[in-house]
């Protein structure tokens, strides 16, 4: 369902669309609002009530660019990808983000290294 949802936003954004709408989940939400906080969209907010619930999200250019220039997802459902927080490295010299989750909740490469905590690495976006 994320590997979806990621891959339509950058559909929509090689486009040049304003915004895009992608079913709820709870797990989408909060990979959205970690690619808010590193300002890879613009802005993330669910709409509707339960059965018809979505997220709208605002996307980002930078020069009529997309801010999303790459998206590479490590586990996929024939393969879970593992990482303890030693494993973790800056993806792109630190211009790239390495999405996890943990026991913690959905975290970035750098939360996760600093509150000394593994998980499932989903992918990498830059």
Known sequence: MVM?????????QDAKKE?????????SL???ELLEKHKLVEA?????RMPKRIIEIKLKYNNGEGAI????FLSRPSRRLYMGYKD????????GVLILSTPKGVVDG????????GGQALFEVW
């Open 69 to 72: 220039h790459q998206i590479k």
């Open 44 to 48: 993330v907010s669910k709409k509707g």
């Open 88 to 95: 973790i490295r800056p993806i792109r010299q630190g211009y």
């Open 110 to 117: 750098k939360t996760a290294r600093k509150e000394k905590v």
């Open 30 to 32: 909060a990979i959205l």
């Open 4 to 12: 979806n949802t990621l891959i339509k936003i950058k559909n929509a």
């Open 19 to 27: 915004n895009v709408k992608v079913p709820f989940s709870n797990f």
